[in-house]
């Protein structure tokens, strides 16, 4: 990882012997890219997206100057139609974002045999703080639900490292 660069998720970190050790990775709502950043040093060629131009700019420059096969653009996925490719990435990675009409978009843009790693709050997380509005947070055993028709592989729900998340690798079958 470039230096200075915050670690990734113990989630997909833990679940690093599932991860394609090539192909083509998303990550939504990457933010200053942590988890693309970390794909790409993995060998993953990652395709990042985010709706602060800010953040993309400051992980596309990171990227570049390390080399890494990161491409990330601005969007804004809560307006209008998500523009994800269907069976495009062989791993899809979202992490502490909630916006539960693009799963369906999700799940289409995994390929066969290919990954979903998702995680992020639950309801509980509203008496920690951030977040507390209930469109940003999982009701109980929800997140399974949000990504039928995926076969669930490993699943958790409760407080990890701090925070109350519901957690998901999912793959869609071949």
Same mark, same amino acid.
């Given at each position: 990882?470039?230096?200075?660069?915050?670690?990734?998720?113990?989630?997909? #970190?833990? @679940?690093?012997?599932?991860?394609?050790?090539?192909?083509?990775?998303? !990550?939504?709502?990457?933010?200053?890219?942590?988890?693309?950043?970390?794909?790409?040093?993995?060998?993953?060629?990652?395709?990042?997206?985010?709706?602060?131009?800010?953040?993309? &700019?400051?992980?596309?420059?990171?990227?570049?100057? @390390?080399?890494?096969? $990161?491409?990330?653009? $601005?969007? !804004?996925?809560?307006?209008? #139609?998500?523009?994800?490719?269907?069976?495009?990435?062989?791993?899809?990675? $979202?992490?502490?974002?909630? @916006?539960?009409?693009? =799963?369906?978009?999700?799940?289409? &843009?995994?390929?066969?045999?290919?990954?979903?790693?998702?995680? #992020?709050?639950?309801?509980?997380?509203?008496?920690?703080?951030?977040?507390?509005?209930?469109? =940003?947070?999982?009701?109980?055993?929800?997140? +399974? !639900?949000?990504?039928?028709? %995926?076969?669930?592989?490993? @699943?958790?729900?409760?407080?990890?490292?701090?925070? !109350?998340?519901?957690?998901? +690798?999912?793959?869609? %079958?071949?």
């Amino acid at each position: 990882m470039p230096p200075g660069v915050a670690p990734p998720a113990t989630w997909l #970190t833990q @679940h690093a012997h599932l991860l394609p050790a090539a192909g083509e990775a998303l !990550d939504v709502a990457c933010g200053r890219g942590r988890h693309a950043l970390w794909l790409a040093t993995r060998g993953l060629t990652v395709h990042a997206i985010d709706r602060s131009a800010e953040a993309v &700019a400051a992980l596309d420059a990171l990227a570049r100057q @390390h080399h890494l096969p $990161v491409r990330a653009r $601005v969007s !804004d996925l809560e307006t209008g #139609t998500p523009d994800l490719p269907r069976s495009a990435f062989d791993l899809v990675v $979202v992490v502490h974002y909630l @916006h539960r009409p693009l =799963f369906p978009a999700l799940v289409a &843009a995994v390929r066969p045999g290919g990954l979903l790693v998702y995680e #992020t709050f639950t309801r509980a997380q509203a008496a920690r703080g951030k977040p507390t509005n209930p469109a =940003f947070l999982l009701e109980p055993g929800e997140l +399974v !639900d949000l990504v039928a028709p %995926l076969d669930v592989i490993a @699943h958790r729900e409760g407080t990890f490292d701090g925070r !109350d998340v519901a957690s998901v +690798v999912a793959r869609r %079958l071949a």
